[in-house]
């Protein structure tokens, strides 16, 4: 069965900063990952996905993300933080056999990026 | 091009009570998901559905939860019988029908209190 840790229940940064959401998944074969953002009282956005082809993927608001297959990582960045990317954000996998958009989520990440 | 829809937003209902939650994909979407968020945790997947016909539903709870998507008209999620553990945020995503190598898209949930 696959699953996704995702080791950091808060990350602050300062405006500015460069910033890192980790995530680790297990799942047998080529996974399909994905980063979702949610703010206070909404519902997910999609932010990236990484399916095949080359391991750094770039997404929306200037987010990316790096595959890492030998250490089953697929880590969130971004270079300089804003205060309004302040939000939950959750990584998901989806196993490549699956057939359709059965996803498995970490648990969320709180970042918290101050002024 | 409208997201997905849900409602209502939020919901309040008495122990013992039925609550019905309603999704209406993307247009040209034709997979709905139902996902619960519960307090402090993640995302879990309860339910995919197409036009029709229930595929997977492996993370539904076996008593008092179901769910249609109907030829015409939302989806429904029905949660009979309310109990104060069913109080959650519930998700809907959908997905086009060729399913390879999209995202799911999510709606902004219904949030369910049951006092």
């Known amino acids: 069965a696959q699953s996704v840790a995702q080791p950091e229940d808060q990350v602050n940064v300062a405006e500015g900063n460069p910033l890192t959401v980790k995530c680790t998944y297990s799942?047998?074969?080529?996974?399909?990952l994905f980063w979702y953002v949610q703010y206070p009282n909404r519902g997910l956005q999609f932010l990236l996905k990484?399916?095949?082809?080359?391991?750094l993927v770039k997404g929306s608001y200037g987010f990316e993300a790096e595959f890492n297959k030998s250490q089953t990582s697929f880590h969130l960045k971004k270079p300089s933080a804003l205060v309004s990317d302040s939000a939950l954000y959750f990584c998901a996998v989806r196993a490549p056999r699956t057939g359709f958009q059965k996803l498995v989520f970490g648990t969320g990440t709180r970042l918290l990026v101050s002024p | 091009n409208a997201g997905v829809m849900q409602n209502p937003r939020h919901l309040v209902r008495r122990r013992g009570q039925e609550a019905r939650l309603r999704c209406s994909p993307m247009?040209?979407?034709?997979?709905v998901y139902w996902y619960r968020q519960l307090p402090e945790e993640g995302l879990k997947f309860m339910v995919y559905l197409q036009k029709e016909n229930i595929i997977d539903e492996s993370g539904m709870p076996k008593e008092r939860f179901s769910a249609e998507f109907p030829k015409e008209g939302p989806s429904i999620l029905r949660i009979q019988q309310v109990v104060r553990g069913d109080s959650a945020a519930y998700f809907c995503?959908?997905?086009?029908?060729?399913?390879?190598?999209?995202?799911?898209?999510f709606g902004q949930g219904t949030r369910l209190t049951v006092v």
């Open positions: 995503a959908s997905s086009p029908p060729s399913e390879s190598n999209t995202e799911a898209f």
């Open positions: 247009k040209g979407h034709s997979h």
């Open positions: 990484y399916i095949t082809g080359d391991n």
């Open positions: 799942v047998s074969g080529n996974p399909y």
